[in-house]
Each structure stands twice: as structure tokens, then as C-alpha cells.
């Protein structure tokens, strides 16, 4: 028996998506757990960027398939994906830690 994306707690998969970034070829095939606060992490240029572009359809994937909540998205725009992306630039807050910048985030009555 084969449980969906949704049954078996993943909200998010990419499914052997390919994409290039100019001469960078990036192959993503991962899945992200419901209800789990996740990090990416990476040098510059490794793809997380790409891989958020991806997501929010920002980026078109070559191939594969990007699954949210088990439907594939891929042909969606950005607006009719069911995800929130906030830019690094210009949000975050030198003054505070780590964990207040985040926590702003999840909750903005911390402010």
C-alpha cells in the first residue's frame, strides 16, 4: 500500500526536478515533513535559493514534479501555491539573535 504526500505527513516534495541556473545544473529530490520546522543550509551557489524558487514558482523546473500537499504545482502560478516565502534581504533584524528573527516570523506578536 502506497500512502500520499498527505497521508504520510510530507507537505512538500520535489520529485527528480531538474533546473539550471546558466552553466549550474541542480537535481533536486527531497521531501519536506508537515509540521517540522525545516533548515537549508549551503555555501553560496549550492541552490537553496533555487530550490525555495522552485517551490513558490518562482522557477520553472526542465523536469520532475513538485508536489504540495500530494498535487503537483509545477503548472500553478506562484499566487495559486499554497506557501509563504519571505525574502532574506532587508528582513532580519541585526539587533536581535537568531531565534527572535525566526520567532518573528512565526509569531509577530513578538515583536
Not at 510530507?10 to 552553466?23: D, H
Not at 551557489?45 to 514558482?57: I, W
Request: hydrophobic share 40%; net charge positive; aromatic share 8%.
Amino acid at each position: 500500500m502506497t500512502l500520499s504526500s498527505a497521508e504520510n505527513g510530507t507537505a512538500v516534495r520535489l520529485e527528480k526536478v531538474s533546473f539550471s541556473y546558466g552553466e549550474a545544473p541542480f537535481l533536486f529530490d527531497v521531501a519536506f515533513a508537515a509540521s517540522k520546522i525545516t533548515v537549508i543550509m549551503g555555501p553560496s551557489g549550492s541552490g537553496k535559493s533555487t530550490l525555495l524558487n522552485l517551490v513558490a514558482g518562482f522557477e520553472t523546473p526542465r523536469s520532475g514534479r513538485v508536489l504540495i500537499s500530494g498535487a503537483d504545482v509545477v503548472a500553478k502560478p506562484p499566487s495559486a501555491r499554497p506557501v509563504s516565502m519571505v525574502f532574506q534581504e532587508n528582513n532580519l533584524f541585526a539587533h536581535l539573535s537568531v531565534e527572535r528573527n525566526v520567532g518573528l516570523g512565526r509569531s509577530p506578536s513578538l515583536r
